[in-house]
């Protein structure tokens, strides 16, 4: 039986050679973890919660600071041009080390607690009709949440121009060719990535064995979709999001799987650098975002979100359900 677990795990103790995932412990039947509890859930969830503003801010802003130091010293005479030194190479290093570090840790603690990775980080096949919904959904979602974040501004005009993202979206469009696929690369293709292997990936995961069933996946949905509104640190971008954070979850809901809100992230973040790109140009200079269109975006996201309930994964991918769905003498670890 020792080829149930890994050769590490084996190791350990003999006795682990029969330990069984066993229904009500949160875990899928195809795992065999070295701690079968659910406090094991409760501590990963701690544990990564705490660690996120550890290598978020730390890591990620000790980054920032070598790379702003190496690019501009002048910034230790002049702290009042920070605000302007901020480039392309050090929004790169910064987010790369402090997420990349973040995700690094994820995977470190789902090996070591024995969850699969496809089950830690959420990893199974999606179908095509959530892939669909994704993508529709990546294009109309953050409509909404932009016109809100402009009323936002208007309301308050001291909070323009110093959001972390308004300060990305300097940095998008002051730079050469280089320094912009250097900030694409970090916001298009970085952040959907890392972002959704982290918050709706192994810390979903964690949260969602806290409790049996649906009442486990509300409470990942609930603490995920702020943790990641949160991250943003953005006093007019935060509040916008909340809509795409929890739009983001729903699909991480209803199809089991990350490759969707990869994908939503993805046409998201995308559309957002190009609308951010053309409105630098002079001609866009006066375009406001219309209300009409917001309501669009607001609409086809409700729909989508319905659609993605009906057409879910049936049943819902909790680790209880999967139990339910096997023989009966397999899922007593026969």
């Not at 993202?165 to 990535?193: C, H, K, M, Q, Y």
């Not at 609930?222 to 971008?237: G, K, N, R």
């Not at 916008?240 to 998201?268: D, E, K, Q, Y």
């Amino acid at each position: 039986m020792s080829d149930d677990l890994p050769p590490w795990q084996a190791a350990i103790s003999p006795r682990l050679q029969e330990r069984k995932a066993i229904p009500g412990t949160g875990h899928w039947p195809d795992e065999r973890p070295w701690i079968s509890s659910r406090l094991s859930a409760l501590a990963v969830a701690a544990l990564l919660l705490t660690l996120a503003p550890v290598f978020l801010l730390c890591l990620g802003g000790a980054a920032a600071a070598v790379g702003l130091l190496l690019q501009s010293p002048e910034v230790l005479s002049d702290p009042a041009s920070l605000e302007t030194a901020l480039s392309a190479e050090v929004l790169f290093l910064s987010f790369f080390v402090g997420f990349g570090s973040w995700t690094l840790a994820c995977g470190v603690t789902v090996f070591v607690v024995g969850w699969r990775p496809k089950h830690g980080f959420a990893l199974r096949r999606p179908s095509l009709t959530m892939l669909g919904i994704a993508l529709i959904g990546g294009l109309f979602v953050g409509l909404f949440p932009g016109w809100i974040a402009h009323q936002i501004v208007e309301t308050f005009p001291d909070l323009a121009n110093q959001g972390a993202l308004e300060a990305i979206d300097r940095v998008l469009n002051s730079g050469g060719p280089f320094s912009r696929t250097l900030t694409l690369i970090t916001i298009v293709i970085g952040a959907p990535i890392f972002e959704e292997l982290c918050f709706r990936g192994a810390l979903w995961n964690a949260l969602e064995r806290l409790a049996p069933g649906i009442f486990g996946q509300s409470i990942a949905l609930i603490v995920t979709s702020l943790a990641f509104v949160v991250a943003h640190a953005d006093l007019v971008q935060s509040p916008a999001l909340v809509l795409t954070a929890f739009f983001l979850g729903w699909l991480r809901l209803t199809s089991g799987s990350i490759w969707p809100c990869i994908l939503a992230h993805f046409v998201n973040n995308s559309l957002a650098a190009t609308v951010g790109i053309l409105a630098s140009q002079t001609e866009f200079d006066d375009i406001e975002p219309a209300l009409w269109i917001a309501l669009l975006g607001l609409g086809v996201t409700i729909v989508l979100v319905a659609l993605a309930y009906v057409l879910r994964r049936e049943p819902l991918a909790t680790p209880e359900q999967a139990w339910a769905e096997l023989p009966e003498g397999l899922a007593r670890g026969s």
